[in-house]
């Protein structure tokens, strides 16, 4: 039981770093009875919630025509002019 408690305590220390966007620390019994309710948020990249329908396309290195027209036949509307940076594309 110590070497648990201790190891317990140590990873106390980095348990945000796993991924846990909120660590509550209960000291005692008195702050475990006070709790009413724990929600549990979903992680950020977490997209169940969206419905679709959804279009995903991947891998689209150096294709930007086969794209465009890609894009085009499933009903976007595509700015004509590439941006420089590809975060800036925008399709509506």
């Known amino acids: 039981m110590p070497q648990q408690r201790q190891q317990l ?8 770093q ?5 660590v509550y620390h209960l000291h005692g019994p008195e702050e475990v009875d006070a709790v009413q309710t724990i929600v549990r948020d979903p992680l950020y ?5 969206d ?3 959804f279009d995903i396309i991947g891998d689209v290195h150096g294709c930007y025509d ?7 036949q499933m009903g976007y509307v595509v700015q004509t002019e ?6 800036t594309w925008v399709c509506v």
């Open 9 to 16: 305590r140590r990873s106390l220390k980095t348990l945000k």
């Open 18 to 22: 796993e991924g846990f966007r909120h």
């Open 45 to 49: 990249s977490n997209r169940k919630q």
């Open 51 to 53: 419905t679709g329908p």
């Open 66 to 72: 086969e794209l465009v027209q890609l894009l085009t």
């Open 82 to 87: 590439p941006a420089q940076d590809p975060a």
